[in-house]
């Protein structure tokens, strides 16, 4: 209830202001585990998935965004829930194993995961290499991958800044990716790096993306 109130408040407030474009819904099952597997640009993608995606998405979130006091605390709990956020602590040792228990739950519940391979947001814009547990999600659960290309959200939501601009953003939904079958007969290792690539590769086509060969790591917190 407090996701189909939200999406019926937001959505039409979203695409009334930043009218975005959005492409290829029709590549996003309406049923079943699934997994959206987006480049990652700004804070507010996960808001803008969700709202553009034909069924409810969930995403990871960390929990401080749940546990908060007071009105501001309230609003932000009732907010992140309401958009299907699942919130998990990123500050214990196992929050990576953590992340990819909850996620394979929800896919064998049958619902839509969200995800970002790149691990972290882009600082620079370009697209980093992807780690292999969207794969392994895929895999394990046999669920299809869909690529998603988001452009145009860092104008929305800069990396760092928590006010929102007019600006435009265009979401692309491509073609669902089935490496369970695809890579059935290869050692799971192999299989998990070469769907992951496909996966950037993808992500890459919808987005024009420059392409970075390594990993992108977690800046510096002060």
């Known amino acids: 209830m407090l996701y189909l109130t939200s999406r019926a408040v937001v959505a039409p407030l979203i695409k009334a202001i930043w009218r975005p474009t959005v492409e290829g819904r029709e590549n996003v099952p309406t049923s079943g585990g699934v997994i959206l597997a987006s480049n990652h640009l700004s804070f ?13 998405v969930h995403f990871l979130a960390k929990d401080a965004y749940f546990t908060g006091t007071g009105v501001k605390g309230t609003a932000s709990r009732v907010f992140f829930t309401s958009m299907g956020m699942v919130p998990v602590n990123r500050d214990d040792s196992r929050a990576a194993i953590e992340s990819l228990e909850v996620g394979l739950k929800i896919l064998q519940d049958g619902d839509a995961f969200g ?37 145009g959200t860092p104008q929305v939501q800069p990396v760092g800044s928590n006010r929102l601009h007019r600006a435009p953003v265009t979401v692309r939904f491509g073609a669902p990716q089935t490496p369970h079958t695809t890579y059935a007969d290869l050692p799971a290792g192999k299989a998990r790096r070469l769907a992951t690539d496909d996966v950037m590769d993808a992500i890459a086509a919808l987005t024009s993306q420059e392409r970075v060969a390594e990993y992108n790591e977690h800046p510096v917190e002060t």
């Open 44 to 56: 507010i993608d996960s808001v803008v998935i969700p709202l553009a995606a034909p069924r409810q």
């Open 115 to 151: 995800i970002y391979p790149e691990g972290t947001r882009s600082r620079d814009g370009r697209l980093y290499r992807g780690h292999t547990g969207v794969a392994y999600l895929a895999i394990t659960a046999q669920v299809p991958i869909v690529p998603v290309g988001l452009i």
